[in-house]
């Protein structure tokens, strides 16, 4: 009898240890409200004191280490002070559920065993009947080296060939976000019609050199004009037809390039139609506004926020803007956001964004242009394609296209809401018919 009862003690105690295991791989999605991003965290223990790594494979490969973590009582307490990101939860049948905390802000996190798989069924696989070569640009007046893919298609003379532009935010060659890659998508289609793309990774991204954080957009405009440079060298390129498709603020270089004659035509894919300071205004209405926000707090935001864009212009050094942010929010409902409304706008980027001004351009735009747009379009709303029709038409350029497309978001998904937190659950990476649009539209180019 003393043996049974020793053998139901001992089976209790082993499943009590293996159920407070919490070493091993664990992974979150957490819905962020404007966004969603994968967690991979990895805790190992060694004397009983634990450590933990964190990935975040949707934003780089870059692992970050834990500055705290404990574990006691099933409540575990994770802290990556580097990134600012805190996560706490309870321990309990094979999972962990609790909150996840970055900067002011707190959400849902529920952590398992079973990795966030993305399916992407638009991704080109090969055999390819194209060929891709690995290619590199120099940018002397930056005296940077950009690194890029060529993608050439296999036909007898030469082909049109075009250069995609990213959008805000260090972007690689692919335009690669949630494993979604529109640019490699883009490419595999034009090479099949008949059509060279080159695609690069922006400056200090991939395998490019450079400092994006300290660099805006005439930067990347001028590695843009570097890029097309080469592009008029292959032999394989018929040089009189080698056109840009910009997306989000890739139009905007897309703009500046076309004004100066460097390219035959332009597409802008979610470009904006107005100056920088504008298009911020538009796309947080939008976001707001699709979110749930009403009316009168949505304009209340904006007419704190257009001062705060003017303050950041205005101020010469971070820690000046973010006391004059202070003052400017203090009693309203931005109070307490001065900190992260400077991390956001003051910037070069940003600050570069905010002086620009497509009117400036569109003046001198006299190539063909196709602008395209969706509907759904929460972070350049679909009015923009009206703006850039009349914009480049009033030099007397007859030679603009635009494109209404119901129910895509901003990276051209169909999509619900057009929210970016639905980008990474949907499966379409493009949807077709802009992909034929695009190239129907270049062939008929004479």
């Known amino acids: ?19 407070q295991d919490i070493t091993g791989f664990w992974y979150g999605y957490p819905d962020m409200k404007t966004h969603r991003l994968r967690m991979n965290i990895e805790i190992k223990s060694s004397d009983s004191h634990y450590t933990a790594t964190l990935k975040m494979p949707d934003i780089s490969e870059r692992i970050v280490t834990t500055s705290d973590i404990s574990f006691k009582d099933s409540l575990l ?39 966030v798989v993305f399916k992407r069924p638009q991704t080109p696989q090969p055999p390819f009947p194209y060929t891709s070569e690995e290619i590199q640009v120099r940018n002397e007046a930056a005296n940077i ?46 090479a099949r019609q008949g059509i060279a793309t080159l695609r690069m990774d922006d400056r200090g991204t991939g395998s490019s050199e450079g400092n994006f954080e300290t660099s805006g957009l005439p930067d990347f405009t001028t590695d843009a004009q570097a890029a097309l ?31 100066q004659q460097e390219t035959a035509f332009i597409i802008t894919m979610a470009g904006g139609g107005v100056n920088g300071k504008e298009l911020l205004l538009m796309q947080r209405a939008a976001l707001l506004r699709e979110s749930g926000a009403q009316e009168a707090l949505i304009t209340q935001y904006n007419h704190y926020m257009r001062q705060a864009q003017e303050i950041v212009l205005q101020t010469g050094n971070p820690s000046a803007c973010e006391k004059r942010l202070a003052e400017l929010f203090n009693g309203t409902p931005l109070a307490g956001q001065a900190a992260v409304t400077t991390r956001q706008l003051y910037n070069p980027n940003k600050i570069e ?49 635009i494109i209404s497309y119901p129910d895509l978001n901003h990276m051209f998904q169909t999509a619900q809401k057009g929210l970016p937190v639905e980008y990474a659950d949907i499966e379409e990476t493009i949807y077709p018919q802009v992909l034929k649009d695009m190239t129907t539209w270049i062939k008929a180019l004479k």
């Not at 580097?82 to 707190?106: D, K, M, P, S």
């Not at 950009?146 to 060939?161: F, N, R, Y």
């Not at 018929?238 to 603020?249: K, M, P, R």
């Open 1 to 19: 009898m003393k043996q049974i009862l020793l053998f139901f003690v001992l089976l209790l105690s082993s499943t009590v240890l293996y159920a």
């Open 77 to 115: 307490s994770i802290r990556f002070s580097e990134i600012r990101l805190y996560c706490q939860g309870r321990y309990q049948n094979e999972e962990i559920v609790g909150t996840i905390t970055q900067g002011e802000y707190t959400f849902e996190l529920k952590l398992t065993r079973q990795p």
């Open 145 to 190: 080296t950009l690194a890029g893919t060529l993608t050439l298609p296999k036909q007898s003379g030469k082909c049109k060939a075009v250069l995609l532009l990213s959008g805000s935010g260090p972007q690689d060659r692919d335009n690669t976000f949630f494993e979604h890659k529109t640019f490699l998508v883009i490419a595999d289609y034009f």
């Open 229 to 259: 440079h080469y592009l008029k060298q292959r032999p394989e390129i018929d040089t009189n037809y080698i056109g840009v498709i910009g997306h989000s603020e890739g139009a905007f270089s897309a703009f500046s390039l076309a004004a």
């Open 353 to 401: 964004l905010l002086k620009y001004d497509p009117e400036d351009d569109f003046a001198r735009i006299n190539c063909p242009v196709l602008a395209l747009n969706g509907t759904k379009d929460c972070q350049v709303p679909i009015e923009n394609l009206t703006y850039i029709q009349q914009g480049i038409t009033a030099n007397g350029n007859k030679q603009v296209t």
